[in-house]
């Protein structure tokens, strides 16, 4: 399932859920003789008990069978994280990162039964910038949905709607990008239905190989808003059609009238202040890896309300757009950021980080656009940001969001304190900050000191979030002591985190790190050694059991 609603009824569109031919590889495109393996897909393969800690190379195998001769566009949504798709033998597409989608188009495919093969490589290596061993693990495989679809010569490549409030009506905002992959030259229009108006949004020419936008600008008189209560969603359609009045294909997605403002040192959803209190999450799980399969997802978000929650950072990469789904049915806010963890300035100076980190920016504003839920973008957690170099980096990636969305806000999670040299490249200034853990502060005084620094540094009248806080917590290591690392002690840190924070109005948003215990990258050094190789700071454990700390968050977050 790669939403949670069909996205085409005109153009023809199936799912490659299921199992495939899998066998591990020496070399991306090398010649394989057996495939003596079947893997699912979606799925990470090292929830085969032969590859629990496989690093390297594994190719997939799959057949695709066409009726009749037809363009196919392959959509894959993740690939861990680097992939060559061969096709009858024929290498069309390749891909880095793990957590954005990608597409091969491949003209005129004749009928019959076809061969299609996937090189993965999950290997670290210098060419390799963003994924690195870290504080959370790069799994291996294509960890999320492919869809198969049959495409005419012209195809709606990307649909991004934007909600605008004016004075009491609503309008919205349509970018149609149509692709001609025929011969010649072609006449075409573009319709969008939202909210029960069917409107003309445009025509163009379209040169044979190149692709068009089109732009319109719609009021729609009578729609409710999209807010944390009420979460209404409105069914978008756009439809293609040719000079022959022909409608060769549509693009069905999911949209929300809502606004998202700064203003006075706060965020505004709607015009009204907010605050936002959630959790840090990775999609990591002991029985799917990254790959975590929808009711897990929904178990997640069920979790996450519970605690009372309205906010979630997707924290360190793009998600699988099914949990933004939910997040949109539910009223949970979303932070959604780039892919990166904590690179020092030698790793932002790699020669392929600068293309590597821009090119998950673009995917992840174009792919995630619609999402109402996504109230933050943001880049970069823990990189090099007090660094001139780094600030070249921080101030390219924000400039290329702002200008695919100027509609929401941008921020990036600093821990570098009086040093930070980027808050006046953003809207939101934030902070992650472990008193009680990594040091000894008394939190509300950090966070008084944090906002000096903000006002300081280039962050004056900007909202301010805490990214991060929280503290290990083994589960089941329980101790009348109160010991580091005991259950008893994290709830301690917790507690005396959010009591602080609550109580500070210029705190716009609160993110405890973390949601769930999570597997790390094996290696020398404090950060790669971790106990168990995990991440403890879990609220709940790996398997989504309760630590003491959970009963603490909920105290605060549902009491308010
Ligand atoms: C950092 C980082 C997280 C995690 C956390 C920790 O702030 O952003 O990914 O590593 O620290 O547990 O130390």
Redesign the pocket.
């Known amino acids: 399932m790669i939403r949670l609603f069909s996205t085409h009824q005109i153009r023809k569109s199936t799912e490659l859920e299921g199992l495939w031919d899998f066998t591990p590889a020496a070399h991306m495109g090398e010649k394989v003789g057996a495939y003596r393996y079947r893997l699912p897909v979606p799925g990470c393969w090292e929830m085969h008990p032969e590859f629990g800690n496989y690093r390297g190379i594994g190719v997939y195998r799959q057949k695709v069978t066409l009726h009749q001769r037809s363009n196919l566009r392959l959509e894959f949504k993740g690939v861990s994280h680097t992939a060559h798709v061969y096709f009858d033998g024929v290498m069309k597409a390749c891909h880095y990162n793990a957590y954005t989608a990608f597409e091969c188009v491949i003209p005129q495919v004749e009928a019959g039964t076809h061969d299609l093969v996937v090189y993965v490589d999950n290997s670290f290596h210098e060419d390799s910038a963003l994924h690195v061993p870290?504080?959370?693990y790069t799994y291996g495989g294509i960890i999320r949905p492919v869809a198969v679809e049959e495409i005419s010569d012209l195809y709606i490549q990307n649909v991004m709607f934007t909600p605008v409030r004016q004075g009491l009506g609503w309008h919205g905002s349509w970018k149609a990008v149509v692709r001609n992959m025929g011969q010649v030259e072609r006449m075409v229009s573009i319709r969008g239905i939202l909210a029960g108006i069917d409107a003309e949004l445009g025509r163009s020419l379209v040169k044979s190989g190149e692709t068009v936008e089109i732009s319109s600008w719609v009021a729609y008189p009578d729609v409710k808003e999209w807010s944390l209560e009420n979460p209404n969603l409105y069914a978008l359609t756009a439809i293609l059609t040719t000079e022959e009045g022909y409608d060769c294909d549509d693009w069905l997605d999911r949209v929300g009238f809502r606004t998202i403002t700064t203003d006075n040192g706060k965020i505004q959803l709607n015009g009204k202040d907010v605050v936002l209190q959630g959790v840090?999450r990775h999609e990591d799980h002991p029985m799917a890896g990254s790959a975590l399969p929808l009711h897990l997802m929904v178990r997640d978000l069920e979790l996450i309300t519970d605690l009372g929650c309205n906010a979630v950072r997707t924290?360190?990469y793009p998600y699988d757009e099914r949990f933004l789904d939910l997040c949109d049915e539910r009223g949970i806010a979303v932070w959604e950021e780039n892919h990166a963890?904590?690179l020092s300035l030698e790793q932002m100076l790699n020669p392929n980080f600068g293309w590597q980190s821009e090119q998950v920016t673009h995917e992840m504003v174009q792919q995630h656009y619609n999402h109402p839920s996504i109230l933050i973008w943001a880049i970069l957690?823990?990189c090099a940001s007090h660094t001139e170099e780094g600030r070249a980096h921080y101030e390219k990636q924000l400039t290329i969001i702002g200008e695919l969305d100027p509609s929401r806000p941008r921020s990036f999670?600093s821990?570098h304190r009086d040093q930070e040299k980027c808050f006046d490249l953003a809207e939101i200034v934030s902070f992650?900050l472990?008193p009680g853990?990594?040091t000894n502060e008394n939190p509300g005084e950090l966070a008084d000191q944090a906002r000096l620094w903000a006002d300081a540094l280039g962050g004056k009248g900007k909202p301010m979030i805490i990214s991060?806080f929280?503290g290990?917590g083994f589960y089941g290591f329980r101790s009348p002591n109160r010991e580091k690392g005991s259950e008893e002690r994290q709830a301690d840190i917790i507690d005396s985190n959010l009591r602080a924070y609550l109580e500070r109005d210029y705190i716009s948003g609160i993110f405890i790190?973390?949601f769930s215990d999570c597997r790390v990258t094996e290696g020398l050094g404090w950060?790669l050694a971790r106990s168990c190789t995990r991440?403890s700071?879990g609220i709940v454990d790996e398997y989504r059991r309760p630590k003491l700390a959970y009963e603490t968050v909920k105290r605060y977050f549902r009491g308010r």
Do not use: P
């Open positions: 870290n504080d959370y840090n924290s360190h963890r904590g957690n823990e999670a821990h992650n472990y853990w990594y991060e929280g290990d790190w973390q950060l991440n700071k």
